[in-house]
């Protein structure tokens, strides 16, 4: 499975857009991008994911760029509860894709 | 559905000791995995199975058995603690055959070795 690379930290004042970058250069055609995000040491909390395209769901918005070597999740109104650590994934479309987490982003919404 | 059950919630063991770490899941996913977590860094994959009998390892398989009898559980055994092996651990599952399905975890057991 590709490699990511995060940021180490983040700030984002609250009710503004979080914007998280995730650099996956080595991504493979049949590897999907997966965020998660971990809040103090609950176990990590499933967020979006996408392939080529950009998705949005209630919680963020997955923007993919073309060549799909990189990627930002978006939080488009951040809040205190947000602060977490975001970890960005690839992972190969199979049964047996397996999930390799790095050390993540740590974000700090402030107000 | 209550997810996935991780138990104990906390233990503590003595250098040597063995015990075993309980996780069920009651969503019927195919793919189960566990994962460590040491203080300030990110989750590295201890061992994962695809689906009933089938078992493989990941990054830091050294030190834990695993097997998976049933759908439903995976447990992960560790055969003689160390205080290296002092961490949280995290199951996890996923829809094995989507391919694409996110991971669901477990809250976590948090265990030291004195």
């Known amino acids: 499975d590709a490699k990511t690379t995060q940021p180490t930290s983040m700030d984002c004042a609250e009710g503004r857009a979080a914007n998280l970058p995730c650099n996956h250069s080595?991504?493979?055609?049949?590897?999907?991008v997966y965020w998660y995000r971990q809040i103090h040491s609950q176990g990590p909390q499933y967020i979006i994911h996408?392939?080529?395209n950009n998705e949005t769901n209630e919680m963020a918005s997955l923007i993919i760029t073309e060549d799909r070597k990189s990627s930002t999740l978006i939080l488009p109104h951040a809040t205190l509860r947000d602060t977490a650590v975001y970890y960005c994934i690839v992972r190969v479309k199979s049964n047996a894709g397996k999930s390799t987490f790095g050390d993540g982003t740590t974000l700090t919404v402030k107000p | 559905n209550a997810g996935v059950t991780q138990t104990p919630k906390f233990q503590v063991l003595k250098t040597g000791q063995s015990m075993t770490l309980q996780c069920a899941q009651d969503m019927n996913h195919e793919y189960m995995s566990w994962y460590r977590q040491d203080p300030g860094m990110g989750l590295r994959l201890i061992h994962y199975?695809?689906?009933?009998?089938?078992?493989d390892q990941g990054e830091v398989p050294n030190g834990y058995n695993v097997s998976r009898s049933t759908t439903e559980d995976f447990p992960l055994r560790l055969l003689s603690a160390a205080p290296s092996q002092t961490s949280v651990y995290f199951c996890a599952s996923r829809v094995g055959q989507a391919g694409n399905s996110p991971l669901h975890f477990g809250n976590g057991t948090r265990l030291t070795v004195t």
């Open positions: 080595t991504i493979s055609g049949n590897e999907y």
């Open positions: 996408g392939l080529k």
């Open positions: 199975s695809v689906g009933a009998g089938i078992t």
